[in-house]
């Protein structure tokens, strides 16, 4: 069955990095567009980032354009998210799932958890 496993989560610094991971298995990942997704506290999903399947086109959110890079592995069948200038509303669970964009969304991970405080 499909399985995403997200990991790299963890407390930050504003301003600071981190590097977020989703290894997949149990699907052709190099045949499937790719997303990262987030969710903070009393606020709704949002649609953080999205790659082609071959890595030919990408999707920013506004939020974090220019400031975060979605790459993919497809020899290593893993999806990475790096995070840059990390500010404290970047404080949610992010997601990696399936698909491009909201009514494209497949399958999700459980989640790991992002927390930017000084």
Same mark, same amino acid.
Request: hydrophobic share 30%.
């Given at each position: 069955? #499909?399985?995403?496993?997200? &990991?790299?989560?963890?407390?930050?610094?504003?301003g600071? &990095?981190?590097?977020?991971?989703?290894?997949?298995?149990?699907?052709?990942? &190099?045949?499937?567009?790719?997303?990262?997704?987030?969710?903070?506290?009393?606020?709704?999903?949002?649609? #953080?980032?999205?790659i082609?399947? !071959?890595?030919? !086109?990408?999707?920013?959110? !506004?939020? #974090?354009?220019?400031?975060?890079?979605?790459?993919? %592995?497809?020899?290593?069948?893993?999806?990475y998210?790096?995070?840059?200038?990390?500010?404290?509303?970047?404080?949610?669970?992010?997601?990696?799932?399936?698909?491009w964009?909201?009514? %494209?969304?497949?399958?999700?991970?459980?989640?790991?958890?992002v927390? #930017?405080? &000084?």
């Open positions: 069955q #499909v399985q995403l496993v997200e &990991s790299g989560g963890g407390l930050a610094q504003p600071g &990095s981190l590097r977020l991971s989703c290894a997949a298995s149990g699907f052709t990942f &190099s045949s499937y567009a790719m997303s990262w997704a987030r969710q903070a506290p009393g606020k709704g999903l949002e649609w #953080v980032s999205g082609y399947s !071959d890595g030919s !086109d990408t999707y920013y959110a !506004d939020s #974090v354009k220019g400031r975060f890079t979605i790459s993919r %592995d497809n020899a290593k069948n893993t999806l998210l790096q995070m840059n200038s990390l500010k404290p509303e970047d404080t949610a669970l992010y997601y990696c799932a399936t698909g964009g909201y009514a %494209d969304f497949g399958s999700w991970g459980q989640g790991t958890q927390t #930017v405080s &000084s």
